[in-house]
T-cell receptor
């Protein structure tokens, strides 16, 4: 069965400092992994995705994530936070379902606060 | 392309009323799904469809019905609304419904439902 755990419900950083949002997952097969961002009262936007190619994935707005199979982790990082990065971030695992097609499971989300 | 559209944007229901949330996509995507978003719980999968005529349950299907008569449309029906169904509902679509679970999902703007 799939599951996703985002280890921090909220993270607070100062502008210009690094961002680390942590995600662990479990999956029965070979999952695809995603990070989505949701700004207040907005829909969801894809930041990046891992699809069994390179383990270090680069996304939009300077974000990247590293897939570590041995640790079942897919942490999101950014070298330098910007005020506009303040939002909620979701780690997502997508995998084959028993009845065909695939199922997608979202983590509970991490709210990122950026201080001036 | 309009992408994924949802109507209505906001809705208030009384307990026991029924209604249908509409979702349509114009990208010829096979895979469509419905999620609900509640504070601190991320998005939870309600139902999904891997193609016209095929639907399956997600994590939280109770109290909701779906059907998929066309590729474009995937309505979500609440048969007898309850306060516990107060939430924000997102519809999503993806190009993939088979072995390759690597395709990202495109999300609609959401429907905010309040049940009193």
């Amino acid at each position: 069965a799939q599951s996703v755990t985002q280890l921090d419900s909220h993270v607070s950083v100062s502008e210009g400092t690094p961002v680390l949002l942590r995600c662990n997952y479990s999956s029965s097969y070979s999952p695809s992994l995603f990070w989505y961002v949701q700004h207040p009262n907005k829909g969801l936007q894809l930041l990046l995705k891992y699809t069994s190619a390179a383990t270090l994935v680069k996304g939009i707005n300077g974000f990247e994530a590293e897939f570590k199979k041995s640790e079942t982790s897919f942490h999101l990082t950014k070298p330098s936070a910007h005020m506009s990065d303040a939002a909620e971030y979701f780690c997502v695992v997508s995998d084959l379902s028993a009845t065909g097609g695939f199922k997608t499971i979202f983590g509970a989300g991490t709210r990122l606060f950026v201080k001036a | 392309n309009a992408g994924v559209t949802q109507t209505p944007k906001f809705q208030v229901l009384k307990t026991g009323q029924s209604m249908t949330l509409q979702c349509a996509q114009d990208m010829n995507h096979e895979y469509m799904s419905w999620y609900r978003q509640d504070p601190g719980m991320g998005l939870r999968l309600i139902h999904y469809s891997v193609g016209a005529g095929i639907t399956d349950q997600g994590e939280v299907p109770n109290g909701y019905n779906v059907s998929r008569s066309t590729t474009e449309d995937f309505p979500l029906r609440l048969l007898s609304a309850a306060p516990s169904q107060t939430s924000v509902y997102f519809c999503a679509s993806s190009a993939s419904s088979g072995q390759e679970s690597s395709y990202e999902q495109y999300f609609g703007p959401g429907t905010r439902l309040t049940v009193t």
